[in-house]
């Protein structure tokens, strides 16, 4: 993994997003090197949700190309795209655990369905993972039995299970406290650090970016497109655009967008 | 590449320190990881130390780490002091992660003995808080009409008139489809019976009573009751996930008022109004029927009329208000009292259409007996 360390592991070129004839972004050219902690930001409503699900494949684009590993997503046959997909772990925004299963039954289903291990392993396997996360022993909890904080740690347990090069997050640390959002940025952190994972996420959470994030990308709903890309730390002091620089200081100006994010 | 077939060897340093040697490659698909053959090489110590030492191994993913934290585990519960030296780093990380939390042990909820689900006894307490749950319902819901008919009630008309359009209009074509059809079978089936004693005129009487006393209501129930109730109970149990039911209660407003009345009331309004629709399609499709048996539409017209009498009339409408209650409250209870998990929003619409198509034929037969002793 090694030699291809600062080689870019997701690549996204001219991309435009659309809902029918509505603009959401226009061209979108950004790298995601690898093992990066990548945070896409930007105001409500700007779409960093749709970048994401662009990301995801579960949006077509209207224009440009989404490159995984220097190869195209979006012009690949389904077959390929799913061998892609079977490299990624993606949390939900609200977990997007099956609730009529156990967290037992969540983690073990990814095993089940693409690996080869016997139930016996998968059992161990599942035990190991919940750990991970801080969840050992609650493998015979459903969902609705655990709190908000814990669901969102069962589904990052579920996105591990098959060892993914890149992890998704959809706004992780929504609706937790500050203590709980705390713990799981430092446990998607130690979880990079250990399995060199590449991360993307979507988040607007200002402590989580500053603590975690080593790249990122701001994308502005005013002009339809990102104005800056680049280590928010460095953003928040040096960026030319006096958005960027209000969102990431958390200036109120009276404006759309820092009432909004006021919410 | 390749697999180096993977392994563990348990040497002993010293009486209190064993030392647990790693080779090959832990990956998926190999065999090594059994906890219970290294349990049965540590068996008998009770102090010590085991050390886990990965000078020798191979490439390692999940497999490596479920068994290592497994040591762990057992070294805990047999108190033995747990180290590893030379792991790869990613592995000690994790390991260190996955240890971190102590597992947490679920409480022991031990299972009732089988004689307890066996006792009639307690069969007979589960039917009597099910009994004391619907009289609940029924009583919470007869407040809320009390309150409706003072005019103190929460209730909002437009939810109302949605109601009575999701029921009436948009049920139409599935009705007009059922009852054309109902009655077609029932021309046939009187057809061969009556054409024995040169009789077969009186398709028409039997259609006519039969739609109106019967069938066109129960199949309108029952068709109201899929379509309907499931809706409603489905509606419900996803606005109990959703904790919007707890809204509304914290608002001070009665669910019974602002969510299970109206549309409880739009289905008394709409199924009278369907149940008649349904008669006349059901005589139409009898017409047809008896057209195709050499009857003219005329005297199919002037005998059908002839046998239509207020008393059947009534009974299938009096039956189409009992059923529109039975088929609601079936809905909007099964919703009310829903889980708040994806399946138990299914499971709430399946119990819906059972128990309503239960009551409605329980209540059908209820009802002909009645009128059958005052001879209605």
């Keep these: ?3 291809r360390e600062d080689s870019a592991h997701i690549s996204v070129r001219g991309l435009t ?7 959401i972004q226009h061209d979108l050219s950004f790298d995601v090197r690898r093992g990066d902690i990548f945070v896409i930001m930007g ?8 970048l994401l699900k662009h990301m995801l494949g579960l949006i077509p684009p209207a224009a440009g190309d989404i490159l995984y590993n220097g190869e195209s997503f979006v012009r690949a046959q389904p077959s390929e795209q799913e061998a892609m997909r079977r490299c990624w772990g993606i949390t939900y925004q609200s977990g997007g655990l099956f609730s009529a299963m156990t967290l037992g039954e969540n983690v073990a289903l990814p ?12 059992d161990d396997i599942v035990a190991y993972k919940l750990a991970l996360v801080g969840l050992g022993g609650f493998q015979a909890y459903y969902p609705s039995e655990i709190s908000g904080g814990m669901r969102k740690r069962a589904a990052l347990a579920r996105a591990i299970a ?7 997050f959809d706004e992780p640390s929504a609706g937790l406290d500050p203590i709980s959002s705390r713990l799981l940025d430092d446990l998607i952190v130690q979880l990079q650090e250990s399995t060199g994972a590449t991360v993307v996420m979507v988040t607007h959470e200002l402590p989580s970016i ?10 502005d709903a005013e002009t339809h497109t990102m104005i800056d890309y680049g280590d928010p730390r460095q953003l928040r002091e040096h960026s030319t655009h006096t958005v960027v620089r209000q969102f990431l200081t958390r200036s109120a100006s009276g404006d759309a967008v820092a009432t909004e994010d006021r919410q | 590449m390749t697999n180096t077939p993977a392994g563990f060897n348990l040497v002993d340093h010293s009486d209190q320190q064993a030392v647990l040697q790693l080779s090959g490659d832990w990956v998926q698909g190999c065999a090594a990881a059994d906890m219970g053959k290294l349990a049965a090489a540590l068996e008998g110590r009770s102090s010590g130390e085991l050390v886990v030492d990965g000078t020798a191994l191979g490439r390692w993913d999940s497999t490596l780490m479920a068994f290592l934290l497994q040591c762990h585990a057992y070294c805990r519960q047999e108190q033995l002091a747990f180290s590893a030296r030379a792991l790869p780093e990613g592995a000690t990380k994790l390991l260190a992660l996955a240890t971190a939390v102590d597992t947490h042990q679920p409480p022991r909820e031990t299972p009732a003995p ?3 689900h066996l006792n009639p006894l307690r069969w007979l307490a589960l039917a009597r808080d099910r009994v004391g749950e619907s009289l609940a319902f029924i009583g919470e819901l007869s407040l809320a009409l009390a309150r409706l008919v003072t005019g103190r009630s929460n209730t909002r008309f437009v939810d109302f008139r949605h109601f009575c359009y999701q029921a009436g209009p948009d049920a139409f074509a599935i009705i007009s489809l059922t009852s054309v059809l109902v009655g077609m079978i029932l021309a046939y089936l009187g057809a061969v019976q009556l054409q024995q004693f040169g009789a077969g005129l009186f398709v028409a009487n039997l259609v006519t009573i039969g739609m109106l006393r019967e069938m066109g209501v129960l199949m309108t129930a029952v068709v109201m009751a899929g379509r309907t109730g499931a809706a409603y109970a489905a509606q419900l149990g996803t606005m109990q996930t959703n904790e919007e039911i707890d809204a509304i209660t914290t608002m001070g407003i009665s669910p019974m008022e602002f969510l299970v009345l109206p549309r409880i009331l739009a289905l008394i309004v709409t199924m009278p109004l369907l149940t008649l629709y349904a008669d006349l399609l059901g005589i139409i499709g009898g017409g047809l029927v008896a057209g195709g048996m050499g009857i003219t539409p005329l005297q199919y017209i002037s005998q059908s009329e002839l046998s239509i009498k207020i008393s059947h009339l009534s009974v299938g409408l009096i039956k189409s208000v009992v059923f529109a209650i039975l088929i609601a409250v079936a809905g909007c209870r099964a919703g009310i009292n829903s889980g708040r998990s994806s399946a138990a929003v299914g499971q709430a619409a399946t119990e819906a259409v059972v128990t309503a ?8 037969a209820a009802i002909n007996i009645i009128f059958q002793q005052i001879k209605f």
């Design chain 1, 1 to 3: 993994m090694t030699e």
């Design chain 1, 17 to 23: 997003m659309a809902y029918g004839a509505r603009v």
């Design chain 1, 43 to 50: 105001g409500s409503g700007c779409g960093k949700s749709t």
């Design chain 1, 111 to 122: 095993l089940q369905l693409y690996t080869s291990y016997r139930e016996e392993e998968i």
């Design chain 1, 162 to 168: 098959l060892e993914p090069e890149i992890l998704f």
């Design chain 1, 210 to 219: 500053f603590a975690i994030a080593t790249n990122s990308v701001f994308l």
């Design chain 2, 114 to 116: 089988l004689t307890t």
């Design chain 2, 357 to 364: 198509i239960v009551y409605l034929i329980i209540a059908d």
